[in-house]
């Protein structure tokens, strides 16, 4: 028997920590919080294509690079069962855990890492006490190995309580890409949540402080974008080339001359960009990767319409042709005040806790707001929740940490708070 997951916080949120997987090849990670989930007893478990279907997943990785991630977690020890169920990058996991007449409660944890390289400093907690990334190039750079440790934690202890109800527990992939948000939301369990808890840490609140229910998170779409021209040669015939760098650099500066709108935030970026092959070559090739957010869904599909006809626009200009791909998209949702209240009065009684903020702007994106839109439009309450926590460096850095008392103030919080719904017994 497995020493209780609320004795080894610390323990099991490092050893996700080591080994981080980006989105859709989640495969160890997927494979640990199974063997976790099989050591508490729930009374469903779906893993992939068993919990969501593959097609309804958005940003999906080409199919080399997805086993090559399987192969990976092969070596290192996974399930080979478990990898055969997740063959094509079908990754994640729902647990559920069944308690009779009562509320049906959704929590969602996200799993999956990001493409950064952490630190090496020796005064980088990780790296001076043994869990680092022990992944090239790959780090938990979010948090997310927290979040998988609160999911487990928290159905540990709903299922020695004595809950009335169904607790369901989404550990989602690819929300770096805003992939999973969509296929965990479309599938047969979110059809009867009446309440829904989503969680992050940090996000700039210290250790000790709690916001009940974010407001504002933003819109946003993921854009891969390919312009296709002509080569030649750029000393002797430079005219029957059709440049599609040129191409790529009309498009990124007039993209930031798109006009802002009145109802509301807008943002634009495009972040990575390749194109052309030699200094002597007209570029036949160039590709960048964008994204478009608003404050609400229809802002950024303003922006996004806006982006589109930049893009098509720099092409015809340059004698191009361009190909617009939108990975990925996630709306609006924002959290319900009546259920932000229950983690807000849930909190005033944790220890640990300093100060609760009834609500926050978000200022970013994020894809649990598909399953928080999904329970809303049901006639559900949700709330995306944030436990604070001291990181030394921002979000999405080499040497982003989380202090790790905010664990076992993170699973006091999320338990009470799914035990004190109305129509549960607490």
Request: proline share 4%; hydrophobic share 40%.
């Amino acid at each position: 028997m497995a020493e209780p997951i609320r004795d080894r916080l610390a323990d099991v949120r490092r050893e996700f920590h080591r080994y981080p997987e980006p989105a859709w090849r989640e495969f160890y990670t997927t494979h640990r919080l199974v063997e976790e989930i099989r050591e508490v007893g729930v009374d469903d478990l779906a893993v992939g294509t068993e919990a969501y279907d593959s097609d309804d997943r958005m940003a999906v990785p080409d199919a080399e690079d997805i086993e090559e991630w399987s192969e990976r977690a092969r070596e290192r020890g996974a399930d080979p069962d478990l990898l055969d169920s997740m063959a094509g990058g079908n990754t994640g996991v729902v647990a559920v855990l069944d308690r009779g007449a009562g509320p049906t409660v959704g929590l969602r944890v996200d799993i999956d890492g990001l493409f950064i390289e952490e630190s090496t400093d020796g005064d980088h907690v990780p790296a001076a006490d043994g869990f680092r990334s022990e992944g090239d190039g790959t780090m938990h750079a979010c948090g997310h190995d927290s979040h998988m440790t609160w999911g487990l934690a928290a159905l540990e202890a709903i299922a020695e309580s004595d809950f009335e109800g169904t607790l369901v527990v989404f550990f989602q992939p690819a929300e770096e890409v805003s992939g999973g948000g969509h296929p965990m939301a479309e599938s047969r369990f979110a059809d009867d949540l009446d309440y829904l808890f989503a969680v992050h840490v940090g996000l700039d609140h210290p250790t000790g402080e709690v916001v009940a229910g974010i407001e504002r998170p933003l819109a946003m779409c993921h854009v891969d974008v390919t312009f296709e021209g002509t080569s030649s040669h750029a000393g002797k015939a430079p005219q029957d080339g059709d440049n599609a760098m040129q191409a790529l650099g009309t498009a990124i500066q007039n993209a930031y001359a798109i006009p802002r709108h009145e109802d509301g935030m807008t943002r634009v970026n495009l972040g990575w960009a390749e194109a052309g092959t030699s200094s002597n070559v007209i570029a036949d090739f160039a590709h960048v990767e964008a994204e478009a957010r608003g404050e609400t869904t229809e802002l950024m599909e303003y922006m996004q319409s806006r982006l589109n006809r930049t893009l098509e626009t720099a092409a015809e200009m340059h004698g191009c042709d361009v190909d617009i791909d939108v990975r990925s998209k996630s709306p609006r949702a924002d959290s319900d005040p009546e259920l932000a209240d229950v983690v807000a009065n849930v909190a005033r009684d944790v220890d640990g806790v300093e100060s609760v903020l009834p609500a926050a702007d978000f200022g970013a994106s994020e894809d649990a707001t598909f399953l928080m839109r999904r329970v809303q439009e049901n006639g559900g309450l949700a709330t995306y929740l944030i436990v604070g926590t001291d990181h030394p460096t921002s979000h999405h850095t080499p040497t982003f940490d989380v202090d790790e008392r905010s664990l076992e103030i993170g699973v006091d919080v999320l338990v009470e708070s799914i035990r004190s719904v109305p129509g549960t017994e607490a």
